[in-house]
């Protein structure tokens, strides 16, 4: 079996899209899709892709328009998280893949609940971590970024300041969102394409479209799809707690729920093994 090339760009509808791509071309195992959450890229899932590709499996790690991307989309792109749910199926298509296993984390586990309500055709399985459900779109006190996020002078005003890696990696930045240090170069690739005017109106655009009520109104057909979903939840998250992550999975019609003991939202960055585990558990 041979590997592909780490990276590639895809020319999609809204624009082009970077992925990582980890793993055999060919496998008997089905492949993987991630979707990462708002400020971060694909990045989040590499040491879980890598020990996914040690046991034969394909994935891919695009970096959506979520604000880390480092190529604008197109100026007509639809960015509403809908809209990014279709871009996520248009790049399934454009890669011809079927019998996906979906993996979202943090926002992206709320734009994997809206591929599975706008198209589940081919999406085989999903794993969750940590995520967005129901009106926790986002849940507090994330609310006051994505109202930041709506205003691109506003985001490039706080630009300057997210240079230094104490403030990025402080309580009212990353912090809180992972029980390990950060690497401060990964976190600065994740802010850096913030400097770039036209990816302050791409994810100015996401913000602008982050509703609590569609989601909340999504998880009342959860209940209808068949598609078997595995919770991997980290259990020391403050903003996502196990009790959330137990009703998110009562959602669902086919749904299992693990814990991961002192995890946080970041749970594919600080817990890559428990998560390529899960994942192989539903091939």
Known sequence: MEASPPAGVIDLPQGQVRYRAA?????????????????????????????????????????????????????????????????????????????????????????????????????????????DAFDAFPPPPFTMLVRALRHPALVAALVPGLRSARIRHGRLGFGPLSGRPFDPELTGAWVRPLADGKIRRDVAKLARGIDPKELLDVSTRLGQIATPVRLLWGDGDRFFTVDFGRRLADAFADATFETVEGGRTFVPLDHPDRLAAAVLATA
Do not use: K
């Not at 071309?25 to 040690?54: I, K, R």
């Not at 970096?63 to 248009?90: F, S």
């Open 23 to 131: 793993g055999p071309e060919t496998s008997d195992l089905p492949p993987v899709v991630f979707v990462h959450g708002v400020l971060v890229d694909g990045q989040l899932w590499t040491a879980a892709a890598d020990l996914l590709a040690q046991q034969g499996v394909r994935s891919y790690a695009p970096t959506l328009p979520l604000g880390a991307h480092p190529m604008p989309m197109h100026p007509d792109a639809d960015l509403t998280p809908r809209g990014v749910a279709r871009l996520v199926l248009d790049l399934i298509e454009a890669l011809d893949l079927r019998d996906v296993t979906l993996v979202g984390n943090d926002t992206g586990g709320a734009i994997v609940q809206f591929v599975l309500d706008t198209d589940p055709a081919r999406i085989g399985r999903v794993v969750l971590t940590n995520c």
